[in-house]
Nanobody, 118 residues
Framework: QVQLVESGGGLVQAGGSLRLSCAAS????????MGWFRQAPGKEREFVAR????????DYADSVKGRFTISRDNTKNTAYVQMNSLKPEDTAVYYC???????????WGQGTQVTVSS
């Protein structure tokens, strides 16, 4: 089992920045691919970004490419997503996820709200 706790959400104006953190506990953090997903009201959950165990491979949704940066610190069992140039359409609940494969996420956090005002 892996327990994930997100933090860092909040209210920000368009063009602003936020950094979300995902603290992991339980099994060895470095064994897992880490990802960020989001769900806006009335919409399905969508992929945002993912990173492999070493940080050497990263992948982003087209909608956030160039604005968001995913990273991880295996010494702190924590994953991050730095979100810059935020837009109102980035408003959503953001979820951290952990998985054993690039496209298989088995563990999820409770989510943190990000609201971007225009």
């Amino acid at each position: 089992q892996v327990q994930l706790v997100e933090s860092g959400g909040g209210l920000v104006q368009a063009g602003g920045s936020l950094r979300l953190s995902c603290a992991a506990s339980g099994r060895t953090f470095r064994n897992y691919v880490m990802g960020w997903f989001r769900q806006a009201p009335g919409k399905e959950r969508e992929f945002v970004a993912r990173i492999n165990w070493s940080g050497g491979s990263r992948d982003y949704a087209d909608s956030v490419k160039g604005r968001f940066t995913i990273s991880r610190d295996n010494t702190k069992n924590t994953a991050y997503v730095q979100m810059n140039s935020l837009k109102p359409e980035d408003t959503a609940v953001y979820y951290c996820a952990a998985g054993t494969a690039w496209e298989r996420f088995s563990y999820w956090g409770q989510g943190t709200q990000v609201t971007v005002s225009s």
